[in-house]
């Protein structure tokens, strides 16, 4: 492995995957890509609790842009919050199509940047489907040169490590997993309405794994579907 990139969701998850690559001799460049967070406020501030702990390790850091429009349409296709996605509960057909979007963005990153191997933190969390995101990331670098990383972040007292470090650095710890429908399963009542894509179409930029997001529905299927607990 020369180069690899780490698609990071907040500095919560991130801590012990990042020592554990320190201390194994690989020092990633961490990637913050995630246009999925409602309010930008709260985006930043997960961004600024990562960027503080890459700093104090001398680990380098990248930034996507912040586009929830895009992510919207790219997530929930022309229906927009009308789309029975939004109602999907966490570990469904809404956040496979999230990780699509995210890993898709950072394995293009990878590509232009040179990287030749993607990994993420999105599946540290025990509230995520490990098999979703490992779909995700084959598909985001299938065809790009850059070899997905499907490691399970979760093994190796890395959990443990991870709830420690949480302690340890006082990290703001989100009590939303990040979009607005998560948040109002989390706020409740009182959480902000869902936005709405200004434009149900895909901009020229518009690429296989995004157009794949917004197919991602066989929603019939989805109909009485157990997830499976980590
Ligand atoms: S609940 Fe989390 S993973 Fe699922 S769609 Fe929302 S932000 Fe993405």
Redo the contacts with the bound molecule.
């Keep these: 492995m020369k180069r690899l990139l780490l698609h990071s969701c907040c500095a919560p998850c991130s801590g012990a995957i990042i020592e554990c690559l320190l201390r194994d001799g690989l020092r990633p460049v961490v990637f913050f890509s995630n246009s ?1 967070i409602v309010p930008e406020a709260e985006y930043r501030l997960r961004l600024s609790e990562l960027k503080r702990y890459c700093d104090s390790l001398g680990v380098e850091t990248a930034e996507d842009i912040y586009d929830h429009g895009d992510w919207l349409r790219c ?1 929930l296709g022309p229906e927009g919050a009308r789309s029975p996605l939004a109602k999907e509960p ?1 570990r469904g057909l ?2 496979a199509a ?2 699509r979007y995210r890993l898709g963005r950072a394995a293009e990153f990878a590509q232009k940047e040179g990287f030749d191997t993607l990994t993420t933190t999105l599946a540290s969390s025990r509230w995520k489907d490990l098999s979703q995101v490992d779909a995700a990331g084959e598909a985001a670098c299938s065809g790009t040169g850059v070899e997905w990383w499907g490691r399970n972040w979760r093994k190796g007292g890395l959990q443990e490590r991870r709830n420690a470090i949480i302690r340890e650095q006082g990290f703001y710890n989100q009590t939303f ?3 607005e ?2 948040r109002r399963e989390s706020v409740g009542a009182g959480a902000a309405e869902p936005q709405q894509p200004g434009k149900a179409e895909h901009t020229p930029a518009c690429n296989a794994w995004r157009r794949q997001s917004c197919d991602a529905a066989p929603l019939a299927a989805a109909k009485n579907r157990q997830y499976e607990k980590a």
Excluded: Q
Aim: charged share 15%.
């Design positions: 999925n997530v966490e809404r956040c999230c990780f997993c990040g979009c429908f998560s």
